[in-house]
Nanobody, 118 residues
């Protein structure tokens, strides 16, 4: 059984940086897509970024391009989201997601709060 454990997050002033981590335990899949999503209070969960575990190809939501960087460490089965130049509108609960279409897997981490003060 695959589980995702998140760490990181916290409170930071506008313009600051934070890094989120998402460690996958259990079986790993070379064809997995690891993604980050966020959900602000009263809003839907929105896509932020994703990375292909096999080849490292990344994709970002437009508002975070140039500020956020998604990466993975295959040896540690861990994905990261480096967030720079944070803005108050980045405030949300951030969730990592592991998706393996061929295995019918869609797993979420427990979430991490990111709060950016102005």
């Amino acid at each position: 059984q695959v589980q995702l454990v998140q760490s990181g997050g916290g409170l930071v002033q506008a313009g600051g940086s934070l890094r989120l981590s998402c460690a996958a335990s259990g079986r790993t899949f070379s064809s997995a897509i690891m993604g980050w999503y966020r959900q602000a209070p009263g809003k839907e969960r929105d896509f932020v970024a994703q990375i292909s575990w096999r080849d490292g190809i990344t994709y970002y939501e437009e508002s975070v391009k140039g500020r956020f960087t998604i990466s993975r460490d295959s040896a540690k089965n861990t994905a990261y989201l480096q967030m720079n130049s944070l803005k108050p509108e980045d405030t949300a609960m951030y969730y990592c997601n592991l998706r393996v279409m061929t295995a019918g897997l869609n797993i979420w981490g427990q979430g991490a709060q990111v709060t950016v003060s102005s």
